[in-house]
């Protein structure tokens, strides 16, 4: 019985071990020590730092390929199941993982959550792109032109003229291909061709690949928030850690100040106001 726990223990030494390697390969130390502190505070509620950047598109945008041949179309309702199967949600009738999440405080389940999130997104006229070879699914894409969800109960509000990139996908198999760079750039080129002058979009700090793409498709750096969310509430706190959040607080803009929500600012060399 000793043997077998200390076999055990082993064997999740060696576990945690690679894991922490590959952390530090992929993200360094900062990003490693960022989701320890992360997974300690889970129990209490949600921790995250997001970063929003911008790109103009006035300058004109390059086409550039990847390594595959693929063909890109717009989604309609019909493909929502798809893309959830893209995105590795099970949907299949007599699946019993969809609720694994838990339920809202209306008693929807996280894949009814996110299957009506895209229905309502098509319905209000935001566009997903879908890209494939041949004739499998292999990356989804959403060009919002009025407003997408971002950091929760703040999404980003579109001005005329605005889009926001957000939730793209690729199938396991197919990354490392290029593939959501094509799609992203081809969605900015679309998004110039049909006269949008300015794009947003916003990585996790905790995804460098991420947000280096968004640095290599011509995006700066528009401003960084912390935010912890905790349980059982949508009293979210939120920091600014540099640079702009406005495009966060627009749907509160019209509403009088006392009803406003508040974004705490931490001093910051050169950057602007959060608000």
């Given at each position: ?31 490693l020590l960022w989701r320890i502190l992360v997974k300690l ?140 760079k094509f799609v992203h750039n081809e969605m900015l080129r ?86």
């Amino acid at each position: 019985m000793a043997i077998d726990h200390l076999n055990a223990a082993k064997a999740r030494l060696i576990y945690y071990s690679r894991r922490a390697k590959d952390e530090l390969r992929d993200g360094g130390l900062g990003i490693l020590l960022w989701r320890i502190l992360v997974k300690l505070l889970a129990p209490l509620g949600e921790l995250s730092i997001d970063i929003l950047y911008e790109r103009d598109l006035g300058a004109e945008i390059a086409p550039i390929s990847a390594r595959a041949d693929l063909t890109i179309r717009h989604a309609t309702e019909a493909d929502i199941d798809a893309i959830l199967a893209l995105e590795e949600w099970p949907v299949s009738e007599d699946s019993e993982a969809a609720d694994e999440d838990g339920e809202n405080e209306d008693g929807e389940d996280a894949l009814s959550l996110v299957r009506r999130v895209y229905r309502d997104r098509l319905a209000r006229g935001e566009i997903c792109f879908l890209a494939y070879v041949g004739a499998e699914l292999v990356h989804s894409n959403w060009m919002c032109r009025k407003w997408g969800e971002a950091v929760p109960g703040h999404p980003v509000v579109l001005l005329p003229g605005e889009i926001y990139e957000t939730d793209a996908f690729t199938a396991q198999a197919w990354r490392r291909y290029g593939i959501q760079k094509f799609v992203h750039n081809e969605m900015l080129r679309f998004a110039q061709s049909s006269g949008y002058r300015r794009a947003y979009t916003m990585a996790n700090f905790e995804r460098l690949r991420s947000r280096k793409g968004s640095l290599r498709l011509g995006y700066t750096r528009y401003g960084v928030v912390l935010w912890f969310l905790p349980r059982r509430t949508w009293r979210i706190v939120m920091i600014r850690l540099s640079g702009r959040l406005d495009i966060l607080f627009r749907q509160y803009a019209a509403r009088p100040a006392s009803e406003r929500p508040a974004a705490l600012n931490t001093p910051a060399s050169g950057s602007e106001p959060g608000m």
